[in-house]
């Protein structure tokens, strides 16, 4: 109950009532601000307080014809004492439970008090979000379903909490007070910046906003940056929700609280998941993606940004509900239900985050308060040149407190096991996309942006602290270094980060006609000079395929069938090239329209046997690798990686030796030879570690592929006559535009 005695006392404009009892004086002035929502502290005025006459009870009712308290005594008539504004003195010294009976016409209705209850965030919770520190931020901002007992009864409504610190007033609108603020004042919650209100009667499915008064007297309303669900798009109210999914993948959480995913194999589909199959929401993709992804064979889905955006040609990359999946396929819990159908088919999930920049959306967080409140107040800092957008302001406490919550919330709230952390590059250094004049250097004279590093080092190293056995993947375009070493060391404390530089070299040079390959040799062996430099991904994801650029299949010169073998050859180079490995849906199958988000990707090509062919190799590159510690155990260090011979440009083959030791001590051994000539190498000599059996355990020329069956009958033997540097040496048939894996027979 709220007992807190008015601030600004003084006589009553009108009187006592006619029994003598005077309320609890407040100015006219006051009582006229309480009226129209637009008063810093409403709960100060309204809701009960206790005078030297009883108990004083103000609410808000406009138009009303009637209103009494009702309490287990009795009650109580109230009288209209200014501007809608009506008042009931109760006898005693202590504030009873009750409720208000309203009249409008010949209809009364009872209704809970919204000023009668104490704010629901403490004092910690305050200064935490002062200090930027909230780990659980979402758990007191924004919008709470919360139940009460009293001896009245049980009250059930919901907790309404936002952070707007230049705010002249703040009110919730919503579909429960017809869009209406002037009875939902909320209060300030001092030099927190939080304003907060618990209305009675409000339950999950609620459609709100806040009505914010800018310094200026105007009014704005905003969807909640805090909303855990929202509106289907182009709507843009926020909608009170709550968790009602039981999980059922303990024994996944269980086991990633103990992995290194650094350390284990990584093979993640790209989705986006209004277009792999259009029509689908989260739980028809649950029962579609799951069992297709599971049988591909691929670790972990990486689904692009699901956080709510308002133009769906973003492709969520531009955020304004950064705490709520999209409407668009469902609610939080349908998304949840994804999740967990995916951890317990065995498969992670990584999920797109871009706390780099938001839209100017005026209904959401741009100038929220009527200042620059996320974004940084600086011009040269503060908008993005290329986008069209806002950049946050790192800086300050609250806005990376928003962020390093978000992080959190993602991985803890709906058990996702990686964010891939999308523009890192454009938050690191002041002068991207800027001309000279247009950027300032930071204090000490340099381009780097130190308020966005530090943010970085906080949200990686906060993820690893509070979720073990997740993975914080960097979007990172440039040289900048220490992407992936440790916060303690000055790094930026990612775990993996994209290796933009050999997904261009190799796509650079596999355009180039199989006759001109020889001339560009350098860009296929280029990545191994930093291949251990960072802990990388090699992507081959949306990026590639958009804007123009074709498909992947597409890039391949040649005939239809050149450009499926092409295909293969690059693949079985990706998933053997140190570092673990991206590929976006569709690109599996070989599809041959460049990636449109309006339509579904092309799912008919696969009644093509070439296409099923990739496919079936996709699904067999999987499996392989996922049963080959070589190619995963010791992606990050030179011991996992030795070249045969990186200098036969002339036959445009790579050959290399991968090797590592598996959870269970056994040492694995695997050699790839990767020819993208257009023509077979007969009698091509690689040389070995020792002599003896060797297994083909992949060969991408198969005809099972799609291939043309070039191969050595899946066993070869290696004769002791030293080649490359090795004591032994084999003769392949090498295939064209192909590759083969051997491994020492295990027999």
């Known amino acids: 109950m709220n007992d807190v005695t008015p601030s600004h006392a003084a006589d009553l404009p009108t009187g ?133 007992n009293g001896p009245m009864g049980e009250v059930e409504g919901t907790a309404f909490a936002v952070w707007a610190p230049n705010a002249r007033a703040v009110r919730v609108v919503g579909d429960f007070n017809y869009w209406d603020g002037t009875a939902s004042a909320m209060r300030s919650l001092g030099s927190s910046g939080v304003w907060e209100l618990f209305i009675p009667g409000v339950g999950v499915g609620a459609r709100y906003k806040y009505e914010l008064c800018f310094a200026d007297g105007s009014w704005h309303q905003k969807a909640d940056p805090m909303a855990r669900a929202t509106e289907v798009p182009p709507a843009t109210a926020s909608v009170v929700t709550d968790l009602f999914h039981s999980w059922q993948d303990q024994e996944w959480m269980d086991q990633r609280s103990q992995a290194d995913p650094h350390a284990g194999p990584m093979s993640i589909y790209e989705v986006h998941i209004g277009s792999w199959r259009q029509g689908l929401g989260y739980r028809g993709l649950a029962d579609e993606l799951v069992p297709y992804v599971k049988e591909a064979g691929f670790t972990h889905v990486e689904f692009m940004p699901v956080a709510e955006h308002p133009f769906g040609g973003s492709w969520g990359y531009q955020v304004t509900g950064y705490y709520a999946p999209t409407a668009r396929f469902g609610t939080p819990d349908d998304f949840r239900y994804l999740v967990d159908r995916l951890h317990q088919a065995g498969i992670g999930v990584i999920l797109d985050w871009v706390p780099a920049h938001f839209p100017k959306d005026e209904w959401a967080l741009a100038r929220f308060d009527g200042t620059a409140l996320y974004e940084d107040p600086d011009p040269q800092r503060g908008e993005h040149p290329d986008w069209g957008t806002y950049i946050f302001n790192f800086g300050r406490n609250e806005v990376r407190n928003f962020l390093v919550a978000n992080a959190l919330y993602w991985l803890q709230e709906f058990h996702i096991d990686g964010l891939r952390v999308d523009a890192v590059a454009s938050m690191l250094y002041l002068d991207y996309s800027r001309k000279e004049g247009q950027w300032h250097p930071n204090q000490f004279g340099g381009r780097e942006n130190l308020e966005a590093i530090s943010f970085l080092q906080e949200a990686t190293a906060t993820a690893y602290r509070k979720n073990p056995g997740i993975v914080m993947i960097a979007e990172e375009s440039t040289a900048w270094p220490g992407v992936t070493a440790p916060t303690e060391y000055g790094g930026l404390g990612f775990g993996l980060k994209w290796n933009m530089g050999w997904m261009n070299d190799t796509l650079r040079y596999l355009a180039e006609e199989p006759i001109n390959r020889r001339y560009h040799h350098g860009e296929l062996t280029f990545s191994l000079v930093y291949a251990f430099s960072e802990q990388f991904v090699l992507p081959l994801s949306h990026d590639e395929v958009v804007h123009g650029k074709g498909s992947l299949l597409s890039k391949m010169p040649g005939d239809p069938w050149q450009e499926l073998a092409g295909l293969r050859a690059l693949y079985a180079y990706q998933w053997s090239h140190p570092g673990k490995q991206l590929l976006f849906m569709g690109q599996e199958f070989g599809q041959g329209a460049e990636w449109n988000a309006e339509n579904s990707l092309d799912w008919w090509i696969l009644d093509d046997p070439g296409h099923q062919g990739l496919l079936h190799l996709v699904r067999d590159l999987n499996a392989f690798y996922q049963d080959s510690p070589a190619l995963w155990a010791d992606d990050f260090s030179h011991r996992g990686f030795e070249w045969i011979e990186a200098g036969d440009g002339d036959h ?12 269970d001590g056994r040492a694995d051994l695997v050699v790839a030879i990767v020819n993208f000539a257009g023509t077979p190498h007969e009698g091509y000599r690689v040389g070995l570690p020792f002599a003896g059996g060797w297994d083909e355990v992949i060969n991408t020329d198969a005809v099972d592929y799609g291939g043309s069956g070039v191969g050595n009958l899946g066993h070869v033997e290696a004769e002791e006559l030293p080649w490359n540097g090795r004591p032994a040496s084999v003769r392949l048939r090498v295939p064209p535009m192909g590759a083969i894996f051997l491994r020492p027979s295990r027999d």
């Open 16 to 148: 006592p009532d006619a029994a003598g009892v005077q309320p609890v004086p407040v100015e006219s002035w006051v009582l006229s601000d309480v009226a129209y929502a637009r008063y810093h502290n409403p709960h100060g005025v309204l809701g009960a307080h206790v005078g030297e006459d009883g108990v004083t009870v103000r609410t808000v009712r406009h138009l009303a014809d009637a209103v009494a308290v009702v309490t287990q005594d009795g009650t109580y008539p109230a009288r209209h004492e200014q501007e809608g504004v009506w008042v009931a003195v109760l006898p005693g010294d202590t504030v009873p439970d009750y409720r208000l009976d309203v009249t409008y016409g010949e209809e009364t209705t009872r209704v809970d008090d919204p000023y009668r209850f104490l704010p629901t965030l403490g004092e910690m919770d305050t200064y935490l979000i002062s200090e930027g520190r909230h780990e659980e931020l979402w758990e007191v901002l924004g919008a709470h379903v919360k139940h009460y």
């Open 652 to 663: 445009n083959v790579l050959s290399y030796l991968r090797k590592g030791v598996g959870p």
